[in-house]
């Protein structure tokens, strides 16, 4: 057995004691066992949570160590425009880890922000597969390495999806291909979002191309099935949370959360609109991309990404390895829509010991709900105060447009 097949089973395991609640003869074992076995992989060759946002809420600072879950990395990357002292990006996921690794290794070792754009931002030119070779391969570790060289089972290397469309992969990648696809069979065209040149425009097309689709009994049946949105990551406890924040269910709340991604932004500003209605990025140099791609921070972020470290662990592990008041910023995606009580309170009293006075902590959650309150200890939770005013303008600002919730809590200090 070689050591990529390990590392998934030991990604398996650990994601499987995260998410499995549920025996695993009953239907909703099952459920969670197969996601398990889906997540292991590539899931997020874009992560979908905005970085602009999470950076004005937690006012990182050039002595700041920030803890943060990786996931496709576009996040950790993209704080390094900021300068902080340290981050540390943390998965239980193994694809995501060498993904994180990949970008770090290609922001300091690719000549310029060109070639560099060229393989994150277009990621379907075969000048990527030689960039590889001649530029980042010697300097990558060996199981990053090990894991881009892999051949897949058609004989190609696993690297060569950034010369065949990368965000085309990936469980987010083909849920997005068989919402196209859906949208195709109904006579409707995604991307003609991306023609869109005003709000007005974006509304018009909405309501045209997009809306209807919400009616369709087949589209109806799929947002119906726990398993079909597992390609946006959603597990079957997250799934429950997302249908029960919409009184019309799991099929209106996906249809306000399109609807805001389609109309709420413009799309010359919203590189998650055309990931979800181009998959893609914009060809040209101004289109709208994550932070850590844009040409005037390539050579900070070049400058800054040896400050990362990326881990394959969970937060909660990888903090109660760490010193007493060591951490500043703790990014939290949206993991514990998935979590026990007994595993919140487990990350909660590592976050709290390790909390430097300060400390910001900010994550997302499905549905608009406090979720702490009533299953973190008040022991706690005494430690913290919600920004109950800057989390809704911070959630009204997100791009990506798929959350119920955005949360942002500060350490009021042991004397709380």
Same mark, same amino acid.
């Given at each position: 057995?070689?050591?990529?097949?390990?590392?998934?089973?030991?990604?398996?395991?650990?994601?499987?004691?995260?998410?499995?609640?549920?025996?695993?003869?009953?239907? #909703?074992?099952?459920?969670?066992?197969?996601?398990?076995?889906?997540?292991?992989?590539?899931?997020?060759?874009?992560?979908w949570?905005?970085?602009?946002v999470?950076?004005?809420?937690?006012?990182?600072?050039?002595?700041?160590?920030?803890?943060?879950?990786?996931?496709?990395?576009?996040n950790?990357?993209s704080?390094l425009?900021?300068?902080?002292?340290?981050?540390?990006?943390?998965?239980?996921?193994?694809?995501?880890?060498?993904?994180?690794?990949?970008?770090?290794?290609?922001a300091?070792?690719?000549?310029?922000?060109?070639a560099?754009?060229?393989?994150?931002?277009?990621?379907?030119?075969?000048?990527?597969?030689?960039?590889?070779?001649?530029c980042?391969?010697?300097?990558?570790?060996?199981?990053?390495?090990?894991?881009?060289?892999?051949?897949?089972?058609?004989?190609?290397r696993?690297?060569?999806?950034?010369?065949?469309?990368?965000?085309?992969?990936?469980?987010?990648?083909?849920f997005?291909?068989?919402?196209h696809?859906v949208?195709?069979?109904?006579?409707?065209?995604?991307?003609?979002?991306?023609?869109?040149?005003?709000? #007005?425009?974006?509304r018009?097309?909405?309501?045209?191309?997009?809306?209807?689709?919400?009616?369709k009994p087949?589209?109806?049946?799929?947002?119906?099935?726990?398993?079909?949105?597992?390609?946006?990551?959603?597990?079957?406890?997250?799934?429950r949370?997302?249908?029960?924040?919409?009184?019309?269910?799991?099929?209106?709340?996906?249809?306000?959360?399109?609807?805001?991604?389609?109309?709420?932004f413009?799309?010359?500003?919203?590189?998650f609109?055309?990931?979800?209605?181009?998959?893609?990025?914009?060809?040209?140099?101004?289109?709208?991309?994550?932070?850590?791609?844009?040409?005037?921070?390539?050579?900070?972020?070049r400058?800054?990404?040896?400050?990362?470290?990326?881990?394959?662990?969970?937060?909660?592990?990888?903090?109660?390895?760490q010193? +007493?008041?060591?951490?500043?910023?703790?990014?939290?995606?949206?993991?514990q829509?998935?979590?026990?009580?007994?595993?919140?309170?487990?990350?909660?009293?590592?976050?709290?010991?390790?909390?430097?006075?300060?400390?910001?902590v900010?994550f997302?959650?499905?549905?608009?709900?406090?979720?702490?309150?009533?299953?973190?200890?008040?022991?706690?939770?005494?430690?913290?105060?919600?920004?109950?005013?800057?989390?809704?303008?911070?959630?009204?600002?997100?791009?990506?447009?798929?959350?119920?919730?955005?949360h942002?809590?500060?350490?009021?200090?042991?004397g +709380?």
């Open positions: 057995m070689d050591s990529s097949s390990i590392e998934t089973r030991g990604s398996r395991a650990q994601l499987a004691a995260a998410v499995h609640r549920s025996r695993l003869l009953s239907s #909703e074992g099952a459920l969670e066992r197969l996601f398990t076995f889906l997540f292991s992989g590539l899931v997020y060759p874009q992560i949570e905005d970085p602009v999470d950076m004005d809420a937690l006012c990182i600072r050039k002595t700041d160590h920030v803890v943060a879950i990786a996931s496709g990395g576009c950790v990357a704080y425009v900021v300068q902080p002292a340290k981050v540390t990006a943390v998965d239980l996921n193994a694809t995501h880890v060498a993904l994180n690794r990949l970008k770090l290794t290609a300091q070792r690719l000549p310029n922000h060109a560099f754009r060229l393989f994150f931002a277009n990621a379907h030119d075969k000048r990527n597969t030689a960039a590889y070779d001649d980042l391969a010697p300097h990558l570790d060996a199981d990053t390495r090990r894991y881009w060289e892999a051949r897949e089972w058609s004989g190609r696993r690297i060569t999806r950034f010369a065949r469309g990368f965000y085309h992969f990936g469980l987010l990648g083909v997005i291909g068989a919402a696809l949208a195709r069979l109904h006579g409707c065209d995604l991307r003609a979002m991306l023609i869109a040149r005003t709000i #007005e425009d974006q018009a097309i909405y309501e045209r191309e997009i809306l209807p689709l919400f009616s087949l589209v109806r049946f799929l947002a119906s099935q726990p398993a079909s949105l597992y390609g946006l990551g959603i597990p079957p406890a997250q799934y949370a997302l249908a029960a924040d919409h009184p019309d269910g799991m099929i209106g709340a996906l249809r306000a959360r399109v609807e805001k991604l389609a109309c709420g413009s799309m010359a500003d919203n590189y609109a055309w990931q979800a209605f181009g998959r893609r990025y914009g060809a040209e140099a101004n289109a709208p991309t994550p932070p850590y791609l844009e040409r005037g921070n390539f050579d900070i972020v400058v800054n990404a040896d400050k990362v470290d990326v881990l394959q662990v969970s937060m909660t592990e990888f903090l109660a390895t010193p +007493a008041g060591s951490a500043d910023c703790y990014v939290l995606l949206d993991a829509d998935w979590m026990d009580d007994a595993t919140l309170n487990a990350l909660w009293t590592q976050i709290t010991r390790t909390a430097r006075p300060g400390a910001r900010i997302r959650t499905a549905a608009d709900e406090m979720l702490l309150p009533g299953r973190v200890s008040d022991d706690i939770l005494r430690f913290w105060r919600r920004d109950d005013g800057r989390s809704a303008a911070l959630h009204a600002r997100d791009r990506s447009a798929i959350y119920g919730a955005f942002l809590y500060r350490f009021a200090g042991a +709380a």
